[in-house]
């Protein structure tokens, strides 16, 4: 599975993004899709998942209400619709995706969203 990012730059704080995610290759294997972050000086940390089957989100607490993820399997794409940005959500984000059968988790290249105050 190869995962390719997009989506980020610069945006001041209170403005919007959308970051996407394209997989290919095995992406029948493909049971979730999602995002970590990284802010400079921090560890990676977990943003939002959905399910490639049923669509079933998971956001991490900061971001509810602000952020959402959604997917579009025809073209084997997952999004991240970040509304209200804030200089706290500057980092690198990265798309992440899981195969079953074994379970194995696959990355793609970060892509920076910096938030100017």
């Known amino acids: 599975v190869q995962l390719q990012a997009s989506g980020g730059g610069l945006v001041q704080a209170g403005g919007s993004l959308r970051l996407s995610c394209a997989a290919s290759?095995?992406?029948?294997?493909?049971?979730?899709m999602g995002w970590y972050r990284q802010a400079p000086g921090k560890q990676r940390e977990f943003v939002a998942s959905?399910?490639?089957?049923?669509?079933?989100?998971n956001l991490e607490d900061s971001v509810k209400g602000r952020f959402t993820t959604s997917r579009d399997n025809a073209k084997n794409t997952v999004y991240l619709q970040m509304n209200s940005l804030g200089p706290e959500d500057t980092a690198v984000y990265y798309c992440y995706a899981e195969v079953a059968g074994p379970w194995r988790r696959y990355w793609g290249q970060g892509t920076l969203v910096t938030v100017s105050s």
């Open positions: 959905i399910t490639t089957s049923t669509g079933m989100t």
């Open positions: 290759g095995s992406i029948f294997s493909i049971i979730l």
